[in-house]
Every structure is written in structure tokens, then in C-alpha cells.
């Protein structure tokens, strides 16, 4: 598909329109909100919505505030009870004593003390009710402020298990809640999830060191082979088919050691940072292509570019490793008389580095299997001329070391979209805004 037809075409849902001539410096951006992969576009909106029914008002009330509301209606309903058996009360004990009403000193008729005292009863117990009724009304307002700044109180605890819990990932599982206090429900939650991150912590940490003794170990027959294979080229008196065979295993061989950096590198990528200093994604970029420009030119590819300043704060050996698979991906993974565009800078207010590169169609549901160790565009893990599958898995990895966001997206007409942005440096400098 030419770049005109590509304009004249709208885009189906979740691809993104190839980057027409002259407009390098445009950031690929979806036309459309892409559907989230975890749903697939088929299931039902997360809303909170009961099944079969509308929503439930708890649905949106936080639990602070449900139990503000439970001790609101506990303290109105105990001073209810309270004010009705405070009248029933008094009542009873003004009916007691004997009531006379004398007028000139003649005692009234008992018929008419006793209607007389019943009105003063009524009376004196409807105002002594009433002041009841406006003091539990105050004291229930104050007693609701008390019981929302106590529920506050009471769940810090777990206000801090939660930020502990959002902070953590593969790479800080060190970290630990180490709750202190009382041995409640709460101290037993935390000591439980403390315990889940060192299993985690360990289980993690094996895998890493099972990886990088495995990859070492395999480093050395590797190199053997490859002298040995590259003696026997070397020996004039060889035949035509044992160079051929040796080619051949040269070849895979050289596979293999890419598959054991790969993994080593994947490794190293997967722990957390150990070197952050100030790097500018746009020099990282420009010297991952001047590195690259002899494989540019051979595939004959067009190669456009727009790179800005970006600063970013990390290690700038993983970032140049990420930024160099990106475009090694884009060059492998590409048609004849194809195209990649390469930009860096500021987008969407984060320092950024996007790579287009035109190629086959990929289907929006296979976008998050890219990302997966030994997966490919075509779905073979057999095929080895063209990588080892782990380009991509590493930049997934150096991506969360550095705690950004990576996002991929189908290109309209064959190929792929891949935007990595990073949290904004405290240091960096004022860039110009890309367009």
C-alpha cells in the first residue's frame, strides 16, 4: 500500500496510518481507542453494574466511608433507642406521685387533677424530647467526623500495604511492608504478604542465576565449535562438502551464541537498575543507527528520522541495547523497498523513542505475543536466520527496569508501530515540543 492510498483509506480499528512523506516528525498515534488485549473487544464493560440489575450504591462507596456510614447508623440507632427509652422513663416517673391542684384552698376533683397532670406530663416529657432529638442530631454529626477520622486511623495500615504492593515488581521485591504494632488481623495480613515476596523474591532471583550459570556455561563449547568449524574452513585441502557442512554449522552455531547473549543480556535487563545517570535518548538513538548504517544501506530500506533531545535517567548500556533492537527488529521484519521512520523527543509530555517500519500484517491479537521470549511476527520458533526471538522480550524487560511504558501497534498496509516512553528527569533540559 502507497503512502497516498494509506491517506485516502481510513484505518480499521487499532492500526495506526503509515507516516506520510515529509511528516517525520508526527508521532504515529491510534485513530480509534485500541480495545484492551486482556478483553479481547468481547466481554462485557467492567462497570460495577450487578447482572441483571442496575448498580449497587456500595459499588462506588469506599470502605473507609462504608464503615463511617455502619458507625453513623450504629451511634443514631443506640441514641434512638436511647431517647425513646429515656421518655418512656420519665414518663413513668412523673405519673408516679400523687397530684392534687387546689384553687382558694379547695382541692380540685380528681378527674380534673388527673387531666391537668397529664398535660404537664405530656408537656414536660415533649420538650425534654425534643432537646434529646437535637442533641443526638449534633452529637451524631460530630460522632459521624469522629468516625470517618477513626476509620482513617484504622486503615493506614493498610494504606501502607497497598502502596508497598503498588511500588513492588520482579525487579524491587526486596522490599518488604515489615509491619509494626499489635499482632491484629492487619499485622497478620502484612507478615503473610511479606513472607509471599521473599518466595517470590527467591524464586525470581534463582531464575535470574539459573539463566546467566546456564548461558555462561554454554558459552564455552560454543566457542570451541566455532574455532573448530572455522579451522576446518580454513584448511585448503577441505573438501567441497565438508565446507558446506561447516558453513552450515558455522551458521547455526552463530545462532546459538545470539541466543546465549540474548538470554545473558535478558538476565542482566531483568534485574534493577544499578547505574542511572542523565542519558539523551536522541544521542543514543543516533549512535544505535550510525552503528547499524552498514545493514541500512545493504537493505536497501529508507531510512527516515527525526530525533530531539529526550533526557532520560537510567542506564545507558540497556538503553542502547533497547533502542539497537528496535531497529534491528524493524530491519529483519521488513519487505523490499520498505521503509523505517525513527523518532525521538518529547511526546505526550514523557521522553520518548518511536520506530515505524513497514512489512508483513500483523493482527492486533498477536501484539502482546510479540513481546513473549522466542516469538516471532509469524508465530515460528523454528525459523533462526532472522533472530532468536528475544529482541522484543528484551525491550520489554529494559522498558519496566527503567519503569516506563512500551506499546505496540499494527501499521496500517503491514508492519509495526513500537512507542517506548520513560518517567520525566528530574533533569531534564527544556526541549522544543514535537509537533
Same mark, same amino acid.
Do not use: C
Given at each position: ?22 511528516? =517525520?516528525? +508526527?508521532? *504515529? #498515534? @491510534? &485513530? ?10 468481547? %466481554? /462485557?464493560? !467492567? ?114 500495604? =497497598?502502596? +508497598?504492593? *503498588? #511500588? @513492588? &515488581? ?10 509494626? %504494632? /499489635?499482632? !491484629? ?118 531510512? *527516515? ?131
Amino acid at each position: 500500500m502507497t503512502a497516498g492510498e494509506g491517506e485516502a483509506t481510513e484505518p480499521p480499528v487499532a492500526e495506526v496510518p503509515p507516516t506520510p512523506p515529509g511528516e =517525520t516528525g +508526527t508521532w *504515529r #498515534r @491510534l &485513530s480509534r481507542p485500541l480495545t484492551p488485549a486482556k478483553s479481547g473487544g468481547a %466481554g /462485557p464493560p !467492567d462497570n460495577g453494574s450487578v447482572p441483571g440489575g442496575g448498580h449497587r450504591l456500595t459499588d462506588n462507596i469506599s470502605l473507609r466511608m462504608r464503615l463511617t456510614l455502619i458507625y453513623g447508623m450504629l451511634f443514631f440507632a443506640a441514641g434512638s433507642l436511647l431517647v425513646l427509652l429515656n421518655y418512656v422513663i420519665l414518663v413513668s416517673v412523673l405519673d408516679k406521685p400523687d397530684f392534687t391542684v387546689q384553687i382558694d384552698g379547695y382541692n380540685l376533683e380528681s378527674e380534673i387533677a388527673d387531666e391537668i397532670k397529664a398535660v404537664l406530663i405530656d408537656g414536660i416529657a415533649n420538650q425534654v424530647t425534643r432537646f434529646s432529638v437535637l442533641a443526638l442530631i449534633v452529637v451524631g454529626v460530630l460522632a459521624v467526623g469522629l468516625g470517618y477520622a477513626v476509620a482513617g486511623r484504622a486503615l493506614s495500615p493498610l494504606h501502607k500495604i =497497598t502502596r +508497598t504492593a *503498588r #511500588r @513492588l &515488581s520482579e525487579h524491587s521485591l526486596h522490599e518488604r511492608i515489615a509491619m509494626s %504494632g /499489635p499482632d !491484629d488481623e492487619i499485622r497478620e495480613l502484612a507478615d503473610t504478604f511479606d513472607a509471599m515476596l521473599e518466595r517470590l523474591d527467591r524464586a525470581f532471583d534463582g531464575q535470574r542465576r539459573f539463566v546467566a550459570n546456564a548461558s555462561h556455561e554454554l558459552r564455552t563449547p560454543l566457542a570451541i565449535n566455532r574455532t573448530l568449524l572455522e579451522v576446518a574452513l580454513a584448511d585448503p585441502e577441505a573438501s567441497p562438502d565438508l565446507r558446506t557442512i561447516a558453513r552450515t554449522l558455522l551458521e547455526t552455531n552463530s545462532r546459538h551464541e545470539r541466543l546465549i547473549d540474548g538470554l545473558l543480556f535478558l538476565a542482566k535487563s531483568d534485574r534493577e537498575l544499578d547505574v542511572r545517570t542523565a542519558v539523551d535518548l536522541g544521542e543514543v538513538t543516533a549512535t544505535v543507527l550510525s552503528q547499524l548504517s552498514g545493514e541500512i544501506e545493504k537493505s536497501g530500506l529508507r531510512l *527516515r528520522t527525526d530525533l530531539r533531545e529526550a533526557r532520560v535517567t537510567g542506564d545507558p548500556v540497556l538503553l542502547e541495547r533497547l533502542v539497537g533492537n528496535l531497529v534491528e527488529n524493524a530491519l529483519r521484519y521488513n519487505v523490499p523497498d520498505g521503509e523505517i521512520t525513527v523518532r525521538s523527543g518529547i511526546n505526550e509530555g514523557a521522553p520518548a523513542v518511536q520506530v515505524e517500519n513497514s512489512g508483513p500484517v500483523i493482527p492486533a491479537y498477536e501484539i502482546e505475543g510479540l513481546f513473549e521470549p522466542f516469538r516471532r511476527g509469524s508465530g515460528d520458533r523454528v525459523r533462526s536466520k532472522k533472530s532468536a526471538g528475544l529482541g522484543l522480550s528484551i525491550v520489554r524487560s529494559v522498558v519496566r527496569a527503567h519503569q516506563g511504558s512500551v506499546t505496540a501497534w499494527p501499521r496500517a498496509g503491514g508492519g509495526l508501530v513500537v512507542t517506548v516512553r520513560f518517567p520525566v528527569s528530574g533533569r531534564r533540559a527544556d526541549t522544543e515540543p514535537s509537533p
